[in-house]
């Protein structure tokens, strides 16, 4: 069974940072992770991805202040995120491609979701 587990978030004044962590669990390799974020009312957007190789894509919003990383031995992905802005509180969730050895299948899953709330 795959699963991932989010965890950090929570509430942080305009101008502060935040770390949010995600570990995927179970007989798998990571293919993609990343990180959406959906605030109330709003559609879930895309934040940051990143490939095994390290390869990064940031939504235009997030360039320069939030920074994605991962570690591929312990199938882990996270989120720096600075200079936080009001306009960035949302639910933010883990994502990831995973290849399970135990069924041979690429699976497409997600995180539970972890609250980030900037304030002015």
């Known amino acids: 069974q795959v699963q991932l587990v989010e965890s950090g978030g929570g509430l942080v004044q305009s101008g502060g940072s935040l770390r949010l962590s995600c570990a995927a669990s179970g007989s798998i390799f990571s293919i993609i992770m990343g990180w959406y974020r959906q605030a109330p009312g709003k559609q879930r957007e895309l934040v940051a991805t990143?490939?095994?190789?390290?390869?990064?894509n940031y939504a235009d919003s997030v360039k320069g202040r939030f920074t994605i990383s991962r570690d591929n031995a312990k199938n882990t992905v996270c989120l720096q995120m600075n200079s936080l802005r009001p306009e960035d509180t949302a639910v933010y969730y883990c994502?990831?491609?995973?290849?399970?050895?135990?069924?041979?299948?690429?699976?497409?899953?997600w995180g539970q979701g972890t609250q980030v709330t900037v304030s002015s």
């Open positions: 994502t990831a491609q995973l290849f399970s050895y135990i069924d041979d299948v690429v699976h497409d899953s």
């Open positions: 990143i490939t095994s190789g390290g390869r990064t």
